[in-house]
């Protein structure tokens, strides 16, 4: 069983679309929304919700005021500003600010201090006319998105192996930071969709840079390639000097918005040519993560 | 005052927002600008800064002093990060999962543990004409933008306006960045994703009991703008700017350029939104 993740860096640049139309065009896949945070797959992919579980993760201070005798001493050792006194003198934790690292539950001398399991999101196992969809909901204001990452991505695996299905196909999330470490690790090929933009270019970068860090496999598609066809060309030299191959030039086709409306994948909603480019691109990442 | 410009879903405008707006303002008001977008920082490519002093970002973590280590496993047990594990005659420290929260070297019985200061990322200053502009950059490979954007926030200037650019998505660095705004500008796109991650948007928001008001970027992009309005009415959100989808000023974007060096007309426009906030915050 192999494992294709979408990511991109800067955010907005086509990621979901993209995976969409791999949902479509994929065989016999597993699909997961591994951008937790703001997940989008769903709207595409219309699922019929088979499953659902809480995401308990991370734990939270709490302070019992009857206990707590105002004497301070948890106050300096909090790294995160996450107590404060309130006007009786009494400590109170501010949730969003609290990380539960449990420095003032473990150092308080009247054990007023309790930490508290936190339900921090839902995921989801759903049908799908494209297949089976593992997908999440990660509570606003939460933390360890990166574990809900893993949890998601955990449970494809399962389905793919369980059902026989050789794909495992992912939607990542913007960012470099822990949930896309998350996506990333231990999968056969990151394909990074840019756009010709100074932004787009620089967080091609950095991603790059990230999946090549944990010796991931990256290939390139160029989203929007005609916006800016200077910039396109330079990010195509730049792949090729890092032996990146460009799977996809993709044009930009204000008929990928109604397909979004619609709420289905682009190559399902029309045939034109640009759903002809996100064809080619698939069958070259096909053959990219059949011959590694 | 403090804006903050933020959107859940990535790509909508953010960043061209917070770099207008903060151009607009910058010839009658004194303008600091945070990018707090770490991980992928972008504004200096519109702002295009001339950075004057760079500061290395460093989380403590542990060292632990074999010569004093007894092996009881204290620190393990206190790590609720699990970055600590004692096996046969060794502590094995998983600095990638470190937060830096000091418990172990507070709380081991023999103080063989010392705190030694790991980077995980920079943040540079400087100005970008008139407006005092400062971002930070996350390491590549590091897992954790919260102590970058905090220290960050340290740096704010309350007797200037700060316009903050923060991330995408809702999750602990979208917090940071949000916390202590006065404001929240919340940028959307009319369409399916824009509209479905605004509302987790403004959820975060109205959690951290931060007002907003919506910027309709794109607009009758994928014809939902319809949709959107009739969730900010229903919200109550107020509709503060709209800009008309345009595939010239995507071009522009394309070229490094801002909103207002390609279509000067916007300035009254950028500086409408900045009174439309102060009405709603009086």
Known sequence: MKQIVVVSGKGGTGKTVMSACFAFLAR?????DVDVDASNLHLLLRPEIQERHVFRSGRKARIDAGKCTGCGLCLPLCRYDALFEDREGKVVVEPLSCEGCGVCFHICPEQAVEMETQVAGEWYVSKTKYGPFVHARLGIAEENSGKLVTEVRKKAREIAESEGRDLVIMDGSPGIG???????????????????????????????GLARHFKIRVACCINKFDLNPENSEEIERWCGEQSIPVTGKITFDAAVLESVVRGVPYVEYTSNSTADEIRRMWFSLLELIDHP | MIISVASGKGGTGKTTIAVNLALALQSDHTVQFLDCDVEEPNAHFFLKPRIEESQDILIPIPDVDDSLCTYCGKCAEVCAYNALAVVKGAVLVFAELCHGCGACSLLCPEKAIREVGKRIGVIESGWAGDIRFLYGRLDIGQAMSPPVIRTLKKKMDPSRIVVIDAPPGTSCPVIESLKHSEFCLLVTEPTPFGLHDLELAAGAAEEMKIPCGVVINRASLGGGDGEVRDFCA???????????FDRKIAEAYSRGQTILEAFPVYRSAFLGLFENIKKLLS
Do not use: Q, Y
Not at chain 2, 234 to 244: A, F, K, N
């Open chain 1, 28 to 32: 016999n896949a597993v699909l997961a």
């Open chain 2, 234 to 244: 229903r919200e109550e959100l107020p509709v503060l700017m709209t800009i008309p």
């Open chain 1, 178 to 208: 822990c949930p896309v470490i998350a996506s990333l690790t231990g999968t056969d090929l990151a394909l990074v969709v840019t756009e010709p933009t100074p932004s787009g270019r620089h967080d091609m970068e950095r991603i790059v």
